[in-house]
């Protein structure tokens, strides 16, 4: 069973860059694919970012495309979302999520199975 633990996030000024990670302790992801959602306080959690583990396949949601990049280390069993020129609009609780079945991503959070502890990322104006 996946078990994932985050790590990274805090509070950054807009325009600045925070990283966040994202480690399966029991090195099972690769038959998973992996998002990152955020939630802000009255909002709905919101898909960020997906990466698939056995393709080169990512997804972003327009709003952060050019600015946010995920990644992945296999051997590390890990998965990153680097985040650049982050604006107040970006502030949320950030949470990692694998899935196992169907396509690698999908926006209805109820799609995985597994979740991280959620990290809190503040960007002040």
């Known amino acids: 069973q996946v078990q994932l633990v985050q790590s990274g996030g805090g509070l950054v000024q807009a325009g600045g860059s925070l990283r966040l990670s994202c480690t399966d302790s029991?090195?099972?992801?690769?038959?998973?694919?992996v998002g990152w959602f955020r939630q802000s306080p009255g909002k709905e959690r919101e898909i960020v970012a997906a990466?698939?583990?056995?393709?080169?396949?990512?997804y972003y949601r327009n709003s952060v495309q050019g600015r946010f990049t995920i990644s992945k280390d296999m051997a590390a069993n890990t998965v990153s979302l680097q985040m650049n020129s982050l604006r107040p609009e970006d502030t949320a609780v950030y949470y990692c999520?694998?899935?196992?079945?169907?396509?690698?991503?999908?926006?209805?959070?109820?799609?995985?199975?597994?979740w991280g502890q959620g990290t809190q990322v503040t960007v002040s104006s």
């Open positions: 990466i698939a583990w056995s393709s080169s396949n990512t």
């Open positions: 029991t090195s099972t992801l690769s038959r998973y694919g």
């Open positions: 999520a694998a899935k196992r079945s169907g396509t690698y991503y999908n926006t209805d959070p109820a799609e995985y199975a597994y």
